[in-house]
């Protein structure tokens, strides 16, 4: 995991140099400037049983980090259990509370299958809470593939705080320790055995979603 951290990082420190306008660095200061927002959403992960991702590892601790510096004030963990039989948005809750974040900071959207989905079901979810200030908080890529959805399907704006690198690598060395039972699906079926390609990859972009009239 270590090996897969650093590989990790060093992938985002470049790439963040060379592909993504603007810059996480830049998000952040506009994000500081707006502060503090009502929730942030953050899409799923799948998990495997034993231990978080580096992609999920990522996306809790910057999560924790923005709930913690007062940055935002709620987080939405969004994902079903969709290539694994473990609920996302519930592992991710249970390795946010182990990293010191209040249960009632956070708030669970567990039918999402794709990261179209994390949003749209959240944004709805956070709308009818009552929250205004919404943005999503996740790695550079993803942040950078949802930008123009964000941009183009929602009345109200959605904020984008991808993870700043630097920041992250401070704070990445904690392994908090969970156990994930609660959050185990019975007689689970992967997406890959009830959904063809096509039909995933339109999920993808978002076009199996039902939009909802603002």
Known sequence: MKTQTLLFFSILTLSSCA??????????????????????IVPGVPFDGKE???????????????IKQGIAKNVIFSGSAVYTP??????????AQQLGVPKEKIILEEKAQHSTENI????WLAKEM???KIAVATDMFQSNLLMGFTKR?????IAHIPFVVDTLK???NVHPLIDPSSAHVEKFKSIEETQSKRYRFRGTRGKNIEFRKE
């Open 52 to 66: 978080w991702t580096v992609a999920m590892r990522g996306r809790v601790i910057w999560a924790s980090y923005l």
């Open 130 to 132: 009552g929250f205004t």
């Open 19 to 40: 592909f993504f306008r603007p810059s996480p660095n830049k998000l952040f200061k506009r994000a500081l400037k707006n502060q503090p927002y009502d929730v942030i």
């Open 120 to 123: 749209y079901n959240s944004y």
């Open 170 to 172: 401070k704070i990445h």
């Open 86 to 95: 473990y609920v996302e948005a519930q592992i991710m809750a249970l390795y």
């Open 153 to 157: 399907r929602f009345k109200m704006p």
